[in-house]
Nanobody, 114 residues
Framework: QVQLVESGGGLVQPGGSLRLSCAAS????????MRWYRQAPGKAREFVAF????????NYPNSVKGRFTISRDNAKNTVYLQMNSLKAEDTAMYYC???????WGQGTQVTVSS
C-alpha cells in the first residue's frame, strides 16, 4: 500500500536551515509529481512546493520562493525539501503528497524559534 514517511524536522533558530525527506513506497514513485504542504496550528494546509516526475520543473508560492528548494531522487524513491533562511512563520507540520492522490503521511514538525 502507499506509504509516505516524512523526516528531518526539528527546532531551528531563525535564519537557520533544515532538510526534510519523504520516503515513498507502495507505488511507482517516478511516475508521479510530488508536493510538499505545511499546516500550522489553527490554520489551513498550505502548498509549499511542487516537483515534476523527472525533477525538471518546480513551483513554489511567493512565501517560500528563493528560500526553499524541492528535489527528488527517483532511484531512492525520496523527495526532499531544503529550507534555508527559516522564519518563525515557517513553523508548521510539513507533509509530502503525491499529486492526484489523497493520502497523507504523519508529517514532520518544523519549529523556528530563538
Amino acid at each position: 500500500q502507499v506509504q509516505l514517511v516524512e523526516s528531518g524536522g526539528g527546532l531551528v533558530q531563525p535564519g537557520g536551515s533544515l532538510r526534510l525527506s519523504c520516503a515513498a513506497s507502495g507505488f511507482t514513485f517516478s511516475r508521479y509529481g510530488m508536493r510538499w504542504y505545511r499546516q500550522a496550528p489553527g490554520k489551513a494546509r498550505e502548498f509549499v512546493a511542487f516537483i515534476t516526475t523527472t525533477g525538471g520543473s518546480t513551483n513554489y508560492p511567493n512565501s517560500v520562493k528563493g528560500r526553499f528548494t524541492i528535489s527528488r531522487d527517483n532511484a531512492k524513491n525520496t523527495v526532499y525539501l531544503q529550507m534555508n533562511s527559516l522564519k518563525a512563520e515557517d513553523t508548521a507540520m510539513y507533509y509530502c503528497n503525491i499529486v492526484g492522490v489523497d493520502y497523507w503521511g504523519q508529517g514532520t514538525q518544523v519549529t523556528v524559534s530563538s
